[in-house]
């Protein structure tokens, strides 16, 4: 482990803040209109979350409140309340809550109910204005074709995370800028930014850390907004995963915003298709474009263990198709219920369940804020591609928490 003097540390401070190459902290980087909303959604969280407490951000409800609430097949998000529970447990305030959890028939549907209206008390979020609407995106795992070698139509790569690449957690130094870390590199007795996209790609500053070489630039910058995705490696006919593992430190620009500054598309046509059509129709000028946007994503390898499970979100656990979201910690802790009330992608067909709290993400900011996890494959990311919905949401905080004025025991070992 390398040491750095204060000095250092403090003029990498002064450079980063006035770089603004300050990266919030996360676990898990997901419409291109939504690239906000999960480029940076992996840098990772290591911190316990700090809950907003304010009463006009959670306020106690009842179950009657919740629109839908009494329709949802509450079963189908079981294996994914049982997963949080896998953390959740260990904390003092969700031991008895996840202890009844195991005396449950998961198969009744009745019973899971019961669970949930006994164990729980429903609290409706609200905005800092007292609203109780906010955008609801989302987000998928894609897969990819690629090979373990270049070769071929296999030129694109991901990267491994560099052994160059210094983080640095400000929160010793300076207790106010906690969730926050700064990442860059050591040249002489100095710490610089690390390097951009445009470098990494045009200058090849990260030959020999290459990961898996795949068929397309465009899919590979979309693998780097989900966060993370499957490969399917041709020459040896098996599908790995490829794990968020850390971000060069520069802040996400929105490549569909670009574009559509630039006169090239729409507002409307700004999505993840809309972009990829583009591309498509001018080969030419993709580069030029992907490189305005200076924020990398580099991965690490993970076996695929079970094809029906998603990728692990911040709190530590698998997500669950359409039952996991990512929420921003500062005001929605991590593996709590959810009920979630917004619309399908681009209807206004409802789309009313239960949720988990499985995930963060750098542009999921806000309290009445979700990102909602669609799965793995083509139809989720069409989903996915096309979600920039309004929704509300409601988090069920155990009886005994919400009996005390600090929910912040929420997350406390």
């Known amino acids: 482990m390398k040491r750095f003097s204060l000095t250092v540390l403090s003029a990498a401070l002064l450079l980063f803040m006035v770089a603004c190459s300050v990266t919030p902290v996360k676990k898990s980087l997901p419409v291109e209109k939504k690239a906000e909303a999960k480029v940076e959604s992996k840098v990772e969280t290591k911190t316990e979350p700090k809950i907003e407490t304010k009463a006009e951000t959670l306020r106690i409800v009842s179950f009657a409140d919740l629109v839908g609430w009494a329709e949802d097949d509450l079963r189908q998000a079981w294996p994914a309340f049982i997963a949080s529970c896998d953390v959740l ?58 090979s373990r070698t270049r070769n071929g139509k296999y030129q694109i790569p991901l990267h491994r995370v560099p052994e160059d690449l210094l983080t640095i ?24 930014p690390y390097f951009s996209r445009a470098e990494i790609t045009d200058k090849n500053s990260l030959a020999g850390k290459e990961l898996v070489w795949v068929d397309s630039a465009v899919e590979a910058f979309f693998l780097q907004i989900q966060g993370s995705g499957r490969v399917y490696l041709e020459e040896t006919q098996e599908t790995i995963r490829v794990a968020y593992g850390d971000q060069n430190g520069h ?23 809309g972009i990829a059509a583009w591309a498509a129709a001018n080969p030419s000028r993709v580069q030029e474009l ?29 997500l669950t198709t359409q039952r996991s979201i990512a929420i921003d910690p500062q005001f929605i802790p991590l593996g709590v219920p959810v009920f979630l009330s917004t619309t399908q992608p681009n209807s206004d ?36 591609g096309k979600m920039k919905q309004v929704g509300s949401m409601w988090v069920l905080l155990p009886k005994a928490l919400a009996k005390t004025p600090n929910r912040n025991e929420a997350n406390k070992p």
Request: contains cysteine; positive net charge.
């Open 349 to 384: 067909v409802p789309l009313r369940r239960l949720m988990l709290a499985q995930d963060t993400g750098g542009a999921i900011r806000g309290a009445v804020r979700a990102d909602f996890f669609w799965g793995f494959g083509a139809d989720a990311g069409e989903r996915a």
């Open 251 to 273: 802040p996400y620009k929105s490549i569909g915003r670009i574009l559509v500054e630039r006169g090239d598309l729409k507002l409307e046509q700004a999505s993840a298709q």
């Open 89 to 146: 447990s260990k904390r003092a305030v969700w031991k008895e809550v996840c202890a009844s959890a195991v005396m449950v028939n998961a198969e009744d549907v009745t019973e899971v109910r019961n669970f949930f209206e006994g164990q729980f008390i429903p609290h409706v979020v609200n905005n800092a204005d007292g609203s109780m609407s906010g955008t609801v995106t989302g987000y998928y795992e894609p897969l990819l074709r690629g």
């Open 290 to 318: 992907l490189n305005m946007n200076p924020s990398v994503v580099f991965f690490k390898e993970e076996k695929l263990t079970a094809a029906s499970k998603g990728p692990k979100g911040a709190l530590g656990v698998p």
């Open 169 to 192: 957690d400000l929160s010793s130094l300076y207790p106010e800028l906690k969730n926050m870390r700064l990442r860059g590199r050591v040249v002489g007795n100095k710490v610089v």
